[in-house]
């Protein structure tokens, strides 16, 4: 049997939504166009205000819906996702993300050559600002150190054995924080050009504030995880100089808000540092970001 008659056996695509149902139902309609229409479908609706306004049943596709009453998040409800399916691979996409061009059964087939695969990382392109969000830079696959959230294929297993993402991080950063982890385990990302990804981003629900704050705060706490001790202090000080500039550049408090709540929570998350050697750090800023 080849990979592309398996991929059905080999690949569930994760959603994660919330009050979003037009932008899911977009995605949904252009993952049947790319000709996904056998792959199961799981999408956890992180209590949602309103009921699914559309039938489910009538889009040509594998798709289990399961609504929650309770608002835990996005990353949580990712996880659960991750210990739900059964799949080697989770191709994790947002509720405004889809694949327009491309081969899923050639990135499978990629990644199945592999063994130190953690997640596979692909282009993302905005067609409503008509620019990328993540562009390749090469033909051929190349090691990264991050992938992007909105679109990516996950090693389910591996994800798993390193714990899934830390859901202490809230919203913001919790990729760069788990590829992290992987790449000090010797499991590494990669980008697959070959695998268009389109993502609205969508600004129905999307508060900036929010993304401002977790991101500032969550940059300090990888600095304090992640940065070898001797080059700690210079790194959180840069970082503290590039958020307050932007904060000062588009005039939002939540750059300055993350960064003092990162400061102040270092202590009660310092469980969770195991920072890089010096040469496995330079290892890892060497590889192209995304």
């Given at each position: ?50 009921p ?37 691979y ?18 499978v ?23 990328y ?29 390193l ?21 000090q ?9 070959d695998f ?14 929010r ?17 070898p ?7 959180q ?21 993350g ?32």
């Amino acid at each position: 049997m080849t990979v592309t008659e398996n991929l059905a056996n080999l690949v569930t695509i994760g959603i994660t939504t919330k009050n979003r149902w037009q932008d899911l139902k977009t995605a949904l309609i252009n993952i049947s166009k790319a000709g996904l229409e056998a792959l199961p479908v799981l999408i956890f609706d992180d209590a949602s205000d309103e009921p699914c306004p559309f039938n489910i049943a009538d889009l040509s596709l594998q798709i289990q819906l399961q609504r929650f009453t309770k608002s835990k998040g996005l990353i949580v409800r990712r996880n659960q996702i991750a210990q739900l399916i059964q799949t080697k691979y989770y191709l994790s996409l947002d509720d405004d993300s889809y694949p327009v061009s491309g081969s899923l059964e050639a990135a499978v087939e990629f990644a199945e050559s592999l063994d130190n695969l953690f997640c596979l990382s692909f282009p993302i392109y905005n067609p409503v600002l008509a620019e990328y969000q993540n562009q390749s830079f090469d033909n051929q696959p190349y090691p990264v150190r991050c992938f992007v959230g909105c679109g990516h294929l996950l090693h389910r297993e591996r994800f798993l054995q390193l714990g899934g993402y830390r859901e202490e991080l809230i919203h913001q950063g919790e990729e760069m924080e788990i590829a992290a982890r992987a790449f000090q385990k010797n499991l590494h990302c990669y980008h697959f050009p070959d695998f268009l990804i389109h993502h609205t981003a969508s600004n129905t629900g999307r508060n900036w504030h929010r993304m401002d704050f977790y991101g500032a705060r969550n940059n300090v706490l990888w600095n304090d995880w992640f940065v070898p001790y001797q080059l700690k202090l210079i790194k959180q000080f840069r970082t503290l100089v590039s958020r307050l500039s932007l904060g000062i550049k588009v005039r939002r408090w939540g750059q300055f808000q993350g960064e003092y709540a990162g400061f102040r929570e270092i202590e009660q998350f310092k469980k969770y540092r195991q920072n890089m050697s010096m040469e496995c750090y330079k290892q890892w800023q060497a590889l192209p970001y995304t």
